[in-house]
């Protein structure tokens, strides 16, 4: 149902609230803009921390509120309880604490997965298995002297020596652990990060920054050949927003603040980004601006070099921002484009500025039911022609459909079952629609009530056009909440044989539908040519749509018993699935990076000259490759 | 080889590593070339893979037949789209859309009406597509061909896989053309077993060479449908405005799009029917844009089926002798027709049907084709094929045609006409030759072919001597069996004519030895590697490995146009030629050097004298280029000087093959110097000038005069 955001008060409440509380903010820090005063101001709150920071998410020692060798928090997982069905467990999420009951019958139809034949982790991490840490006691000698906190525990270096590629947490399930940092730190502000950085120049040491930890590309794995010590520059302490300036609509962020703080934190405001790439429970700003991330909602508020107005890094060669906050500027190559998606080699980001809106006052869900994948991708292409996308929309195949399906929580009363059937009845007898053809489109609208619904109508008079039925709020709901709950999945997947990761790519609108075709058969195909012995679940969305073309995200997973070494096969198939990509006009990645995992295709993908120019930056801002972690190039 | 057989069946594909291995098993050297053709997709009759579908026909109703289910399953088991679904979606695409734009601002008619005449040129191509027409088709089809042939061999094994992937994929069939016959009878069977009816690129002109098509389609294709045809063809005329080209593509363009999602497509890799029964160099123009599809990632694969047909007696046998010899044919209108129906009152023994293995595009082109090539440009805008492309699809095509050629069947009757033509044909018109003497030989050389690997159709359970007169009485119309003796039956139209002077002698007698010459070739494929190392042995003293194969090679760059070798292979081809011969136990080989066993000079000299004709027929034009041609000619002044320049040196006896006179061969010494830049064609008009020195160097290695130089690289340097 629609719902006000504010819960239901009224406007001049809700901007005398708003009002007091940005003069409450500007009233806690007097001192901001003036760096100078920041510092000493960053050193105090050190020992004393100020009461917002305590409700931040992310602690120092991670381990404490999230899983080491899995996604998310430690009280939220799927598993199958006694009765064998499934639940999800904890209370973050509306999920929580909810039987789902088709889950079971899916993962064993699908995958051909069996409840009794499990593949458990390792429960705790096994410290034996790790090297010690190689220091380098000068550096750790003056680092003590600043005062920054730091530590070289065992469990806090593992927690920061992965993403969440899928050998990396297999990795961790098996308690293998390869090449970790040798410590970790913890800046608290800008003037810190500016310290170690120096420090790491003069000892020559590696730093490899940290903020979410929700990479998929590979980019903080230590590379095994780095023999200096390898620190772990960990910004999630860094994470205050240090002003909002209303009369340009922007905030001052410090880059280790994580999506879900900075978007409370801005809507106590009255404010938001709009920025949510479906990571941002954990993924940090600064790692949004190293990866060129892309929210959901990029429609109406943009992508993350949409958003970004300033920023400042810290690089072995100094500070790099810009002297203005000017909304564009000519001024040769944009140098925000080299921080951008620099994944960490060039430097730290430390502090953004970033446009903010106002919170929308209605949002709306909606889904959309076509008889064909074909249609339902003719049907965003007409969208995106009459630029008319509504804040998200979302295309899934007929599997992602059926697995969303999968996905529904037990209903309380017979009614709504009813109401489902009924549902079901419709689009299937009476409308035709084909059940292993169709699928679905989900719709987020936001903005202005009036606006909303005129946007709703247009949209879904396009849709009909292709022969699209509108299919309630509630799907679209549930499509939405279930991008956040899915990561936590592929945990209780592995627990069952069935491993799975999904990528993504952008493609023009004219190679849509053949790139999700011949990508996802040739998933099946090398599936069965290494000897996969179930068929793999193949499947894939169109998540965003621009002008020009789209966003395809695949997910692919599959049952792996009978295997000698299934990650060498994932890995196999997912490398002939970029491949495929490649070869079907679709780019590297759309926002996840390229970190170490697709590397190997940089060269093709933006020429040698390019490459070049990228190195000769690298070697201009880092010639000892103090930021060592060895992604891009 | 029953292993190899469930798995086809499972896999219609052949897995990766089966391709490597038969990649170098077919194309190779190796001794698994001979085992290859057992272990992948029928071998012979004996096998009993070969069902004759005539059999069924013969038992039951003829209209019941047409008036059967016809029920073919789909591709990827989309819903059947309609024609009139499918005709727009080929007429909304972009590509189409272009050219209409293109062709009405060439042409300076409006849009409109060009798009009305694509409409209805679609409407017209999609006709075969439909029910009604396809019934008929089988009713009269039934009929004719249980007049014609006396069986039509399938291998059953082929259609289950054909089957198979015509749900899987987009499939493109590609026959090699000998007959009118060819698609006819290919449609006809997948008629008879729910297969989806082709749509056949066949009669689209896919060159510039309209005098040797002209006629084609009109005779027994005509025969079914002659309006249509016209109507087909005014359509294109009007259509085309000035630019055939254009159209040619554009028509082609539709029918990839209609097989994209449809029916199967067809259409012969070689361009043309084949008047020599040899292989031609396959075209590129309709494969690249077969392939296009899958090389743009329209299509997540394309399987090609190469369809071996094979008949005893091809239907148009003597009609191509006279094409050949610049006879010229009588008009196809009313003569055609005449000609058909004379036809029809003949035996034609039985024909065989090899479906290949269904090859998948994506494996073949692994590596050879950075598909990403195509990502900077809208897919669907004519595109020039980049070098790397061209490249793929003539290996591809060279490839198709090597298949075609291993799955043909070679009857007893190729083995006959290649011996009587090692006979000196005055010889064997006057004296003939000694019956039992034939025999033996026969025998001798099935074993050899069964050595090399070629597929025999050799029925099994009959004497022996059966088989050999029922050959020969089924080639009456060639050889003649009288008194203990085979005679060569000279051209029976100047019987009733009284017999003029010794140069229309020579006509006669080569229209017969010319015949011959076609049946010897459907046997050549087999042959070719080891004969032409047997000819370099015969050109140089030397039995060193390097120098035989530097000879190999420029036999095989000058030849190119004459038998299939796939680009840039010399080096295998000599290999296998190499082990062909050892195999047959005519040579020895060590690390450097080949020895001739005892029993190797027979298999040597009957290799040797299979290849002269060509190598005499090419040394005399050559000859004919270096001394006595102006350094500036054409092509129509070419032929008809080669001609009587041969004709004169049949009658002095000192040429002695026919071959010499054949447009074909002729043809293809100009293209094979035209490649070997030994000739150079002038911008002007259809004019060459000859390089005279390259020429006579050519000569000169040909005859063993000089050793051929650094030959190593040219072969190469060609593609």
Not at chain 2, 56 to 77: C, H, I, V
């Amino acid at each position: 149902m629609a719902s006000d955001s504010n819960g239901g008060s009224s406007d001049s409440q809700r901007i005398a609230q708003h009002r007091l509380s940005v003069i409450a903010g500007h009233l806690q820090r007097p001192a901001e803009g003036y760096t100078a005063l920041l510092a000493a101001e960053c050193k105090a709150q050190g020992s004393k921390p100020d009461v917002s920071s305590d409700e931040r998410t992310v602690p120092r020692r991670r381990q404490e509120i999230m899983k080491w060798n899995g996604w998310g928090y430690s009280d939220s997982r799927f598993l199958f309880n006694k009765k064998g069905q499934a639940e999800f467990t904890g209370k973050r999420y509306r999920l929580s604490g909810m039987i789902i009951p088709g889950l079971r019958d899916w993962m064993e139809s699908t995958f051909g997965a069996n409840l009794q034949h499990k593949t458990p982790a390792v429960p705790v991490l096994n410290s034996s298995v790790v090297q010690p840490p190689t220091l380098n006691e000068a550096f750790v000698g003056e680092l003590k002297s600043t005062g920054i906190p730091f530590s070289h525990d065992v469990e806090d270096r593992v927690f920061r020596a992965h993403g969440h590629c899928l050998h990396e947490i297999f990795a961790l399930r098996e308690g293998k652990i390869g090449r970790i940092p040798d410590m970790v730190v913890w800046p608290n502000c800008h003037n810190d990060v500016v310290k170690i950085v120096e420090l790491a120049c003069k000892h020559n040491v590696c730093l490899i920054p940290y903020g979410g930890g929700t990479s998929v590309s590979s980019a903080l794995e230590c590379p095994p050949e780095e023999t200096r010590s390898i620190v772990s520059l960990d910004t999630s302490q860094m994470n205050r927003i240090l002003w909002i300036d209303e009369k340009n609509l922007t905030a001052h962020v410090e880059a280790g603040i994580v999506g879900q703080d900075l978007e409370r934190l801005l809507n106590e405001s009255g404010y938001c980004t709009g920025h949510e790439p479906d990571s941002m429970e954990f993924s940090s700003l600064g790692g949004w601006v190293a990866t060129r991330a892309s929210g959901m909602k990029k429609n109406i508020y943009g992508n993350i070099e949409d958003l970004v107005i300033h920023v400042k890094m810290v690089t072995p060669r100094g500070v790099i921002e810009k002297s203005c906050q000017g909304p564009r500027m000519s001024t040769g190559p944009d140098i925000h484009h080299f921080i951008l998606g620099s994944e960490g080699t060039l430097g730290v980001v430390t502090e953004v500025t970033m446009k903010i809106r106002p919170m929308p006052e209605y949002q709306k869900y909606g889904s959309v039911v076509f008889p064909s994948f074909e249609q339902g991708v003719a049907c965003l292409r007409e969208v995106a022609r009459q630029r008319c996308a509504p804040a998200s929309i979302r295309l899934m195949d007929n599997e992602q459909f059926k697995f969303g399906h999968a996905l529904k929580p037990q209903v309380s009363s017979i009614f709504t079952s009813f109401l489902d059937g009924l549902k079901k009845f419709y689009i299937t007898k009476f409308k035709g629609f084909d059940q292993d053809r169709l699928c679905v489109a989900t719709l987020l609208f936001e903005g202005n009530r009036e606006r909303v619904l005129q946007h709703e109508k247009q949209v879904y008079d396009i849709a009909a056009k292709f022969g699209g039925l509108a299919a309630g709020e509630d799907n679209g709901q549930r499509g939405y909440m279930l991008t956040f709950v899915i990561a936590y999945l592929r945990d209780l997947g592995m627990d069952y044989y069935v491993i799975g990761e999904s990528f993504e790519t952008s493609v023009p609108w004219d190679r849509v539908l053949d790139i999700c075709r011949n990508v996802k058969a040739r998933i099946v195909r090398e599936c069965k040519d290494k000897g996969v012995q179930f068929p793999p679940l193949s499947t894939c969305r169109v998540t965003q749509t621009y002008d020009a073309g789209a966003c395809v995200y695949f997910y692919f997973a599959f049952n792996y018993r009978g295997l000698a070494d299934p990650v060498h096969v994932y890995e196999q198939v997912e490398h002939a699935a970029r491949e495929e990509i490649l070869a079907n006009g679709g780019s590297l990645s759309h926002h996840h990076g390229v970190g170490k995992l697709r590397k190997e295709w940089m060269r093709e993908t933006v020429s040698n000259v390019g490459v070049g120019m990228l190195k000769s930056v690298k070697d201009y801002v880092d010639p000892d490759n103090i930021f060592g972690n060895r992604n891009l190039l | 080889m029953s292993a190899t057989h469930s798995r086809s069946r499972t896999c219609f594909f052949m897995k990766n590593d089966e391709r490597v291995r038969r990649g170098s098993a077919r194309l190779g050297s190796s001794k698994r070339l001979t085992t290859s053709y057992k272990d992948l997709g029928g071998a012979g009759l004996e096998d009993e893979e070969f069902l004759d579908i005539l059999e069924e026909r013969r038992q039951s109703s003829d209209l019941g037949f047409a008036f059967r289910t016809f029920n073919p399953s789909p591709y990827n088991a989309a819903p059947p789209s309609s024609t009139a679904e499918l005709n727009r979606a080929v007429l909304e695409s972009q590509y189409l859309r272009y050219m209409v734009k293109e062709i009405a601002t060439e042409t300076g008619s409006p849009v409109e009406q060009v798009r009305e005449e694509a409409c209805g040129i679609l409407n017209e191509m999609s006709q075969n597509l439909q029910l009604g027409f396809i019934r008929l088709m089988s009713y009269t089809l039934s009929k004719v061909f249980k007049r014609l042939f006396s069986s039509i061999f399938v291998n059953m094994e082929g259609l289950n896989m054909l089957q198979q992937a015509a749900q899987e994929c987009p499939v493109i069939l590609m026959p090699n053309h000998r007959s009118y016959v060819d698609f006819l009878v290919i449609s006809y069977i997948l008629y008879s077993y729910d297969i989806p009816i082709p749509v056949i690129a066949a009669g689209i002109r896919n060159s510039g060479r309209d005098e040797d098509r002209g006629g084609d389609s009109a005779s027994l294709w005509g025969l079914f449908y002659p309006t249509r045809h016209r109507l087909r063809q005014t359509l294109l005329g009007r259509a085309v405005g000035i630019r055939p080209n254009d159209c040619q593509k554009w028509q082609s363009n539709s029918l990839c799009l209609m097989q994209r999602g449809f029916a199967p497509l067809e259409f012969y890799v070689e361009g043309f029917r084949s008047r020599t029964l040899k292989s031609l160099i396959p075209k590129f123009g309709m494969m690249h844009m077969v392939l296009e599809p899958f090389f743009k990632g329209e299509v997540y694969d394309i399987a090609l089926v190469p369809i071996s047909i094979s008949y005893e007696r091809v239907l148009e046998e003597s009609l191509l002798a006279h094409e050949l010899l610049g006879v010229p044919k009588p008009r196809e209108s009313t003569m055609g027709l005449l000609k058909a129906s004379r036809v029809l009152k003949d035996n034609y023994g039985c024909m065989h049907v090899n479906f290949g293995r269904p090859l998948s595009v994506r494996q073949l082109c692994e590596g050879k084709i950075n598909r990403s090539q195509y990502n900077l440009i809208p897919r669907d805008l004519p595109q020039k094929p980049t070098a790397e492309a061209q490249a793929c699809v003539s290996w591809l095509a060279h490839l198709i045609v090597r298949v075609q050629e291993e799955g043909s069947l070679i009857s007893p009757w190729s083995l006959m006409a290649s011996l009587l033509l090692q006979v000196p044909a005055t010889v064997l018109a006057q004296e003939g030759l000694l019956w039992d003497q034939l025999t033996e030989r026969i025998l001798w050389l099935r074993k050899l072919v069964l050595d090399f690997g070629g597929r025999l159709n050799w029925p099994e359970g009959v004497p022996e001597s059966e088989v050999m007169s029922s050959t020969a009485a089924l080639h009456r119309s060639v050889v003649r069996r009288r008194a203990g003796r085979v005679h060569l039956v000279e051209d029976d139209q100047p019987e009733r004519k009284h017999p003029g002077s010794p140069e229309e002698a020579v006509m006669r007698t080569a229209s017969a030895a010319l015949m011959l010459a076609s049946y010897r070739n459907q046997a050549l494929h087999v042959f070719v590697r080891p004969a032409l190392l047997a000819t370099a042995m015969r050109l140089t003293k030397s039995r060193q490995k390097g120098e035989l194969l530097s000879l190999f090679c420029f036999l095989q760059d000058v030849f190119s146009n004459e038998f299939i070798f796939i680009p840039d292979r010399s080096s295998q081809d000599f290999e296998e030629a190499c082990c062909l011969l050892k195999k047959c136990g005519a040579v020895c080989i060590s690390e450097e050097e080949l020895t001739v066993s005892d029993t190797g000079v027979e298999v040597l000299s009957f290799l040797q004298e299979l290849m002269k004709p060509f190598i005499d027929s090419y040394q005399l034009m050559l000859r004919y280029l270096c001394e006595e041609g102006d350094p500036v000619f054409s092509e129509k002044e070419f032929l008809p000087a080669v001609r009587n320049l041969a004709t004169k040196l049949i009658l002095s006896g000192e040429l002695h093959t026919y071959e010499a006179l054949s447009s074909d061969t002729q043809k293809n010494v100009l293209a094979a110097l035209r490649r070997m830049e030994a000739l150079t064609k002038l911008s002007s008009d259809s004019k060459y000038r000859v390089n005279k020195a390259s020429v006579r160097r050519s000569e000169e290695i040909l005859s063993g005069k000089i050793p051929p130089q650094n030959l190593q690289a040219t072969p190469d340097a060609r593609l």
